[in-house]
């Protein structure tokens, strides 16, 4: 046990070390030159002007040691927290830029993600033992699933907010309000936070009902049910016994879900108009801030290891077959 | 008589139609009888033995009784028939590799499997633990997963369990295919002793390999394509066929009494027929190098000798 974790833990820092690097190359490759950017945003005309801006932007961004100079310093900064600065935002620091957005995505992807998996799983559960529940659940399910989330999204915001015009179009709150602790704040909030949140909960949601469901029957006919069923067992308790093994593949499912959660999130906040991350990291490319982008994406790869980890620790605790594969089990 | 059984016929319903995979099957098997059951793959085996027990959703019962200890067992009835299983009539599957659940702990599953059949598991632990010693299986095993345990572990511990609440009969559905050689004769003899010790009072050992149940039973029963070939005590069958397919099963094994691992029933000449439209008269008869005009008629199962059944023209 200890020695798994020990393996675990060993491998998930070399991952991070390996993305904590790769994070901080990609950008230096990509196209574009950032300050020249800043200094063609603030139009500078004058030529002699822009050499002494541009030595002192390098400066500030850290550009003017050589490369691999450059990556220490990264990681000495990383390591204190900090990040840079954010040459769209300049002079915010990156750090602030994204702990502003994150509370906005967490907010929207914890709930549908957890919610959708209870539910999906719930009903998907019911619908293996009741034809009725089947017979809508499965076709509704299929469609969910199959159906663009583009789409959806696109649907809801046109259908509740633009011609119903339940909820608002876009943003994250109300644009005459400013963010404060009151309750008029709390509902606009809600407000803007519901359709994104109900478009990732649908289409989520039919995939954990069918792949539930589908689960579920599989492990019914299983040979230990099949067994249970000779001894003369009652349906409950071999349900019981299907049920928690059919959550197993669910639970890597979650695991998974989890770990793509930002990028699920992109299109969302991007048809919602929603300051998150994903609306960040699209900013963040166009205005060619890579400071801000790799902060963002450095914090994904947290997100996702953090995730993996947690999984692999619940999983563990539920499942005998990998426990069995940590001590090398009695043959 | 421990077990009767009267013309039974159990159907899969297929969307061709009907699978006839056990069509009229009239036998006994008595109190401390040890019934091998034998025949080549898909005669019907399974079919009989599962009948028994629990009929899957595909089964149909047809026609036909079953009696146990002089009462009727009401196999048709799924809820009827619930009562009795575990208790009256038990089962060893054929899957016991994967027949217990994965994720639960074995004693803690076999305690809620009694619990939900009205045991007590404290009341039943002593005889549990003086069983798993007398297969040679630690105490211990109760607190592994099924997954923690060998193949011939496994074995013997669906076997303590099929076995624990003593049951009247006991289906043993190749219970050694799985299992190497030495391990198949442990079992097999671990079987004897479980009815020695008057756990099981009969049993039926479904096998395709007749020299492995021949060491073991005290009669032996040959299907063949639905139904009943032959029965007859254990020497009487491989020493003295009467139908011509037992005959030629027998002829094809090297030296019966000796052990041949997973000797195949193969060797004759052609295939059985289809179950789905079989043709009339002796199913056979394609194959039969004895067969002559009557067999278009079908051969009834009679009693040529004492407690020595045939279904062949030839055999009366
Ligand atoms: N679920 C099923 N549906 C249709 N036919 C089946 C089904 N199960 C078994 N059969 C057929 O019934 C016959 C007997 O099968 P089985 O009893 O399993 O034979 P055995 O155990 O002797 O190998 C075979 O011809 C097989 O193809
Ligand atoms: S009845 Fe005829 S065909 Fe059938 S086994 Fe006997 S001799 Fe052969
Ligand atoms: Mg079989």
Known sequence: ?331 | MSLRVDNLKVYYRTLRGDVKALDGATFTVADGEIMGLAGESGSGKSTLGKSLIRLDTRMRLVEGGVELDGKPLPIGDQDAMNAYRFKAVSLIPQYAMSALNPTRKIGKMISELLGARGVKYSEIKPELERRLDLVGLKREVLNNYPIELSGGMKQRMVLVLSTLLNPSLLIADEVTSALDVSTQRAVAETLVEFRDREFVKSMIVVTHDISLVYQIADTIMVMYAGKLAEKAPADVVVNAPRHPYTQLLISSLPEVGVRYADRKLAGIPGSPPGLLNPPAGCRFRDRCPLAFARCVEEPPFVEVDKNHHVACWKAQ
């Not at chain 1, 100079?69 to 915010?92: C, D, H, K, T």
């Not at chain 1, 799983?121 to 076709?139: C, E, F, I, M």
């Not at chain 1, 963040?284 to 994904?300: C, K």
Request: proline share 6%; aromatic share 14%.
């Open chain 1, 1 to 331: 046990m200890r020695r798994y974790f020990a393996r675990k833990v060993a491998i998930y820092l070399l991952t991070f070390f390996v993305a904590v690097t790769l994070n901080w190359l990609i950008p230096r490759f990509m196209p574009g030159d950032p300050v020249l950017r800043m200094l063609t945003r603030t139009s500078v005309s004058n030529p002699d002007a822009i050499a002494p801006m541009r030595e002192y932007y390098n400066n500030v961004f850290g550009l003017d040691v050589p490369l691999w100079r450059q990556y220490l310093n990264y990681w000495a900064e990383l390591l204190q927290g900090n990040m840079g600065i954010s040459v769209w935002l300049f002079p915010a620091p990156v750090t602030e830029v994204i702990l502003d957005a994150v509370p906005y995505t967490l907010a929207l992807l914890i709930p549908s993600i957890l919610l959708s998996w209870y539910a999906g799983n719930k009903v998907g559960a019911l619908a293996a033992r009741r034809r009725w529940l089947d017979n809508t659940v499965l076709p509704l399910g299929y469609a969910l699933t199959a159906t663009p989330y583009m789409w959806i999204a696109i649907v809801l915001a046109w259908s509740l907010a633009i011609i119903a015009g339940i909820f608002p179009v876009a943003g994250g709150y109300s644009f005459d309000l400013q963010p404060s602790w009151s309750l008029v704040f709390f509902n606009s909030l809600l407000q803007h936070w519901f359709l994104p949140f109900l478009s990732l909960f649908l289409v989520a949601f039919g995939g954990w009902a069918i792949g539930m469901r589908n689960m579920i029957i599989y492990e019914l006919e299983a040979d230990y049910a099949n067994y249970l069923e000779a001894l003369g067992a009652p349906r409950r308790l071999i349900r019981r016994y299907a049920f928690r093994n059919a959550l197993l593949p669910q639970l890597t499912g979650l695991a998974l879900q989890l770990g793509v959660l930002v990028a699920g999130a992109l299109v969302t906040e991007i048809v919602f108009g929603y300051p998150g991350l994903g609306r960040l990291i699209l900013m963040a490319i166009q205005n060619q801030d890579f400071f801000l982008l790799q902060g963002a994406f450095l914090f994904i790869v947290i997100g996702v290891l953090i995730a993996n980890f947690v999984i692999d620790i619940v999983y563990v605790l539920v499942d005998p077959r990998t426990r069995t594969g940590m001590t090398g089990g009695a043959a």
